[in-house]
Structure formats: C-alpha cells, structure tokens
C-alpha cells in the first residue's frame, strides 16, 4: 500500500501538526515498512506563488500549443500533483489553521490540483472513496462553546475539499490549545491542554490503524 502525505506547516522542528501525523504515519507503516510514501512539503517548500494563475490561463488558450512556457510548466506541475494523489492507496494532510484561516500553501496547493481536468466536473472523481486522515492543529480552542467558537475557518473549508468535492473517505485529527506553556496568558489551561494532547494522539494512533485498513479495529 502506498501513502501521500501534505505538511503544509511553516516549520520542522516543533511543528505540532507533523508531531501528529507521525503518529499516524507510524501506525501504517508499521503494516508494511517497505510501503512507499511520497512526501509534499508545501510549507517549507511552497509551490511557485503565480503557478495557479498561468494553468487557469493556458486552460482557456485554444489551441493548446499557444501556452507560454511558463504556463506550459504550471499544468505539468498540476499534472504531478495530481499523479500523486491518484497514485497513493492512502493520503495523510497535515494542515495547521493559521490567523484563523487556510494556510496559503495548502490553498494554493489545492487550487493548482483543481486547474488539472481529472479534478474538474468531468474528470470521473479519481480519488472517490480513497481513505485520507486530515490532522490540523490549533493553537487556541475553538471548540463549542468556548469564548472562540466559530473562529476556526480552515477546517469547515478542507473537509468541503477533501469529502464533498473529492469524495474521499475522510477522518479528522484535531489538537486543540497547542499554544499552552508557549503563550503564558494560556498557562492556566495547562491540565486541559494535556488532555486534548493525549486524545489527539489516541485518535492519531486510532485512524493510522483504520488508514491502514484496519477499519473494524478503529471504528
């Protein structure tokens, strides 16, 4: 079986939302260490910012071969995304919510992946049914009925991508409070914050099983 995995945070070292999706790497690889994953960094090594503007461009030039060179690039790049996705047996996404939206490189991540016409209303939905974990990680919470609720507009918008218009078959991973014992005006969240921590990372070591196949196992 092989994985894709998308780490769209702006760091390495200390980066909560890759800390979670190890978990869940982990736990599939461990059913078979051989398994090949292909790896997208999008936040360390984001994608040319103006990629998505020239393959919208060169899909509306007729005939085709009066692209530019550079937008001729921006669909083979689209192409490659794609391959990617349509390749892997399994996905994992790594997204962090940043200033309460969409990382910018995911965003521009997913649209080049829309310009590419497999992905388009009659590209047949190649990745239908896929399995796919999505972890995303906030620094403060979001959840109902704290002073912040309704502030997270990242997670609503990747789960309408990845379900509604990929149709994957999609679990979701979510660390609240990662800011705790980093922001001091947050200290007097510390024993709540280790609880959402290690619930994050039953539910990390839960989907990497169900990611892996073990579907009745993880239910």
Known sequence: MSLFRLDASIRVEGSTSREI???VEGVWRAG????????RHVGTE???SGAWAAAVAASGLLPADQSTPG???????AATL???LIDAEALLFAVPLYNFGVSQHF???VDLVLTDPRMGPAGGAPLAGKPAVLVTVHGGNYSPGTPREGWDHATGWIRRILEDGWHLDLRVVEREFTLVGVNPSLDAFTELAAE?????ERKALE?????LGDRRAAA
């Open 21 to 23: 999706a190890d978990i």
């Open 71 to 77: 937008q001729a690039e921006a669909v083979a790049l």
């Open 107 to 109: 965003k521009t991540w």
């Open 207 to 211: 989907d990497g099983r169900w990611l």
């Open 32 to 39: 078979d260490p051989a398994a090949p994953v292909t790896r």
């Open 82 to 84: 794609v391959d990617e």
């Open 196 to 200: 959402l921590k290690a619930t994050a």
């Open 46 to 48: 984001p994608l040319p």
